[in-house]
């Protein structure tokens, strides 16, 4: 039986979801409340969902598209250009290579991992925006927004989680 027109192109708008949140949540980091150095505490949602599409869908978000979505974020944010890009390209290829042994785990542990993505995040942010700037950075603003990315990640994953399995019916 073959495919018609409609079929396929409800295939590939269910491909394009994944990115399609990524975008939403990358918006939403970018978001001003106009509240004073907001933007340096921000939560990093992106990261977030980098994280849980590419443990749990990564055929359908490639490195091309996640370097696309650090780019956007560091201009919502006011980073420098490409320095989230190659964080979450560098996280996207990390999560890749511990997938098999992640899947299978107990939520807690995901928790956990996610907690060291957030570290390891984090740091490189500090570390990337002081060589940047040439000054040395508050690292309390990035442990800060770690900890609030940290605190939404089940929110946000289980959002995720409703959402794939109602849209892409995996």
């Avoid at 409800?10 to 004073?36: H, K, M, W």
């Avoid at 940290?150 to 946000?156: H, I, M, Q, Y």
Wanted: with cysteine; aromatic share 16%; charged share 10%.
């Amino acid at each position: 039986m073959r495919d018609t027109p409609l079929k396929k192109f409800e295939s590939r708008a269910r491909d394009q979801i994944p990115l399609f949140i990524l975008v939403c949540l990358t918006v939403l980091s970018g978001i001003n409340f106009y509240l004073p150095n907001y933007n340096a505490v921000a939560i990093n949602f992106p990261l977030i969902g980098i994280y849980y599409w590419s443990l749990h869908r990564p055929d359908l978000l490639g490195p091309i598209p996640v370097f696309f979505i650090g780019l956007l974020y560091d201009f919502l944010i006011g980073n420098p250009p490409g320095m989230s890009a190659l964080i979450f390209v560098a996280i996207q290829g990390l999560i890749g290579a511990r997938r098999k042994t992640l899947l299978v785990q107990a939520f807690w542990v995901h928790w956990l991992a996610f907690f060291g993505t957030v570290v390891v995040a984090s740091f490189s942010l500090w570390l990337i925006g002081s060589i940047w700037y040439s000054i040395l950075m508050n690292p309390f603003s990035f442990l800060f927004q770690g900890l609030l990315t940290l605190s939404v990640f089940p929110l946000l994953v289980g959002l995720m989680g409703w959402l794939r399995i109602k849209l892409l019916k995996v």
